[in-house]
């Protein structure tokens, strides 16, 4: 089973609300990936987190790694109705392994006008 | 080409028929997954190739889930005797990634193969 757990598993917004989902793992992670997924899509690459304790900014989209590389957050800004969609976090659980990325379950981000 | 493609798009099969679907990465990408995405749910990882080589074949389901690259280059996901259960949206991906020792990284999914076993 998927060792990638995220909450919450459904998010509903007022458009310009902020939303956060969090991932957290099991296992200390190499790295951890975030990807978008719109209904009826197929998963994009948001960012790539492999630090101890980053942090990194694209616009409205704040992302972490936790300092024990264990959990990680994406929190998004004055949501839009063009951030519908939904978000999962993936992790390498072993060390610079290809293991192929365990995704969690994802958060839905619905967003009513 | 310019991204992944998947084929066939949409598979609808009856019950105990073998399918075959068709993934061709984006031309010089080294590693391939597959992952399978049941409905409302993560994509679920099956298994990964770096060039020809299987590497990893931890997450197929059971022996009727086969895959092969054998140039290389285009994969493909073979189930046999399908089941309901397997009805699910089948992604590959492809990344640069080309060894241990580096980091993974992103990863490159097609638009899917929408499998439904009646």
């Known amino acids: 089973g998927q060792q990638v757990m995220q909450i919450p598993q459904y998010q509903h917004v007022q458009e310009g609300e902020d939303f956060t989902t969090y991932c957290n793992s099991s296992t200390t992670l190499s790295n951890i990936q975030w990807y978008k997924q719109r209904p009826g899509g197929h998963p994009v690459f948001l960012i790539q987190l492999v630090k101890s304790g980053e942090v990194k900014k694209q616009k409205r989209l704040t992302f972490q790694f936790g300092e024990a590389k264990k959990n990680s957050s994406l929190h998004i800004t004055a949501t839009q109705t063009t951030d519908v969609g939904t978000y999962f976090c993936a992790g390498n659980l072993r060390q610079g392994g290809a293991d192929g990325l365990t995704f969690g379950k994802g958060t839905h981000l619905i967003i009513q006008p | 080409g310019a991204g992944v493609s998947q084929s066939p798009r949409y598979k609808v099969a009856k019950r105990g028929q073998d399918v075959a679907l068709r993934c061709d990465p984006i031309s010089g990408h080294v590693s391939l997954f597959w992952y399978q995405q049941a409905l409302g749910q993560g994509p679920e990882f099956l298994t990964y190739f770096q060039n020809e080589a299987q590497l990893d074949k931890s997450g197929l389901p059971s022996d009727r889930f086969f895959a092969e690259r054998p140039e290389g280059s285009v994969s493909t996901l073979k189930i046999q005797r399908t089941q309901q259960e397997d009805s699910a949206v089948y992604l590959c991906?492809?990344?640069?990634?080309?060894?241990?020792?580096?980091?993974?990284?992103?990863?490159?999914f097609g638009e899917g193969s929408r499998l439904t076993v009646l």
């Open positions: 991906a492809s990344s640069l990634y080309t060894g241990t020792g580096m980091i993974a990284g992103e990863l490159f």
